[in-house]
């Protein structure tokens, strides 16, 4: 599972996370990511219609990894599995949630945003985390500060990140992707917009 969350981050430079308010128009915003080359999305869990839009999206988008977001315990963990989600990712984690990740192979991208939290993951066996809120929990010089007594560890940020810089993160030698909602702002979709800006942030590292 460990190895698996790690292929999936390789996907695209860029995760996109998704609120999504309603399912009208799905199908026609995963085309507009898929036109942009971003193969991996993060459906939140912060609305109603969340786990539909991640069934769907798993059921006939079978060529984009769709994540779930916002998963706080082991009941979201178990709902968005069996909505077909390819893997979780949470803000923050508990004990409970990470071991049950373990325990049922899923992969699972926990936050952190502390030291203390990344060693009580790394007794788990994971390698790989969200770091959130990325700008707000000490940006760019926070996470470089992090290579020294973790140097084996691959962080994707999110929060605050956005087309801006973006790249300056991807730079750092201890990311492996970033996540940010920049891409799909509002329920309000321009799909060639949406397109476009998933092509810049799809070729950001070319
Ligand atoms: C997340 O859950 O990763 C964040 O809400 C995304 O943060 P952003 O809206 O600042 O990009």
Redesign the pocket.
């Known amino acids: 599972m460990h190895t698996k969350i790690k292929s999936i981050l390789s996907l695209s430079p860029v995760m996109p996370?998704l609120i999504i308010n309603t399912i009208d128009n799905l199908e026609n915003l995963m085309s507009s990511l898929i036109e942009g080359n971003l193969n991996n999305i993060e459906i939140?869990l912060r609305t109603s219609c969340a786990l539909k839009a991640i069934e769907i999206v798993a059921n006939k988008f079978p060529e984009l990894k769709v994540g779930a977001?916002?998963v706080l315990n082991t009941t979201d963990l178990k709902n968005v599995k069996d909505a077909g989600a390819s893997f979780a990712v949470s803000?923050g984690s508990t004990y409970e949630l990470a071991k049950m990740a373990v325990d049922i192979n899923f992969p699972f991208l926990p936050g952190v945003s502390s030291s203390s939290q990344i060693m009580n993951l790394l007794d788990l066996g994971y390698k790989h985390f969200?770091f959130?809120p990325a700008e707000a929990s000490g940006g760019i010089k926070y996470i470089n500060s992090l290579i020294g007594p973790f140097p084996d560890i691959m962080f994707c940020p999110?929060?605050?990140?956005?087309e801006n810089n973006a790249l300056e993160w991807l730079n750092q030698k201890n990311v492996i992707c970033v996540?940010?909602?920049?891409i799909v702002p509002s329920n309000i979709y321009d799909f060639k917009e949406i397109t476009n800006k998933a092509l810049l942030a799809s070729k950001l590292l070319q």
């Open positions: 996370v939140t977001g916002t803000p969200k959130f999110t929060g605050g990140i956005n996540g940010g909602s920049w």
